[in-house]
T-cell receptor, first 114, second 114 residues
Framework: DAGVTQSPTHLIKTRGQQVTLRCSPK?????VSWYQQALGQGPQFIFQ???????QRGNFPDRFSGHQFPNYSSELNVNALLLGDSALYLC?????????????FGDGTRLSIL | GDSVVQTEGQVLPSEGDSLIVNCSYE??????LFWYVQYPGEGPQLHLK?????DKGRNKGFEAMYRKETTSFHLEKDSVQESDSAVYFC?????????????FGQGTTLQVKP
């Protein structure tokens, strides 16, 4: 049973560029959340998708956008990259159901901005 | 807003020592509480959880009691092993959120000396 898979594992971009990260949820899960984890910090919630719609958003600018596809996979897009966007980007999947449904994390995409 | 504080950035016990990793939280709601563990190069994995006050989460010899009166969820183990070395994150999911959004502490690095 495949868990959450993310691609690519590593990515290097320069300031001002745009990036797209991809996530396939754990089999049977319908909800995808994205988190940003800066070095030495805990993950911070970016947003969550269910039924192809954004359900909740954290304190991130509009440069961060996402999409969910009918097969429940998801993309995270970041425009006009800044040096401060360098981080590990984590995808987590779950079943819809709020706090009672545990979130399962992928191993992340390490994004480096030069 | 909701927050989680872990007071120790790093703990360095010897194998066989007892362990307490502190976690305090702030919220106006009735959260679910979690400990996640993260190994190098991997995403966070759910370690244990407690869904309501006075619940005790248990896993692999670790325990954490959900204490509403002191707003704490300290992680404890009687005798640590070298294989327990990892980064541990305390997290909450507020009852006001129907998405299960997680709010993480800063993390505590556990390095067990052989």
């Amino acid at each position: 049973d495949a868990g959450v898979t993310q691609s690519p594992t590593h990515l290097i971009k320069t300031r001002g560029q745009q990036v797209t990260l991809r996530c396939s949820p754990k089999s049977g899960h319908d909800t995808v959340s994205w988190y940003q984890q800066a070095l030495g910090q805990g993950p911070q919630f970016i947003f969550q998708y269910y039924e192809e719609e954004e359900r909740q958003r954290g304190n991130f600018p509009d440069r961060f956008s996402g999409h969910q596809f009918p097969n429940y996979s998801s993309e995270l897009n970041v425009n006009a990259l800044l040096l401060g966007d360098s981080a590990l980007y984590l995808c987590a999947s779950s079943l819809l159901g709020g706090r009672d449904q545990p979130q399962h994390f992928g191993d992340g995409t390490r994004l480096s901005i030069l | 807003g909701d927050s989680v504080v872990q007071t120790e950035g790093q703990v360095l016990p010897s194998e066989g020592d007892s362990l307490i990793v502190n976690c305090s939280y702030e919220t106006t709601q009735y959260p679910s509480l979690f400990w996640y563990v993260q190994y190098p190069g991997e995403g966070p994995q759910l370690h244990l959880k407690a869904m309501k006050a006075n619940d005790k989460g248990r896993n692999k010899g670790f325990e954490a009691m959900y204490r509403k009166e002191t707003t704490s969820f300290h992680l404890e183990k009687d005798s640590v092993q070298e294989s327990d070395s990892a980064v541990y994150f305390c997290a909450l999911s507020g009852s006001s959120s129907n998405t299960g959004k997680l709010i993480f502490g800063q993390g505590t690095t556990l390095q067990v000396k052989p």
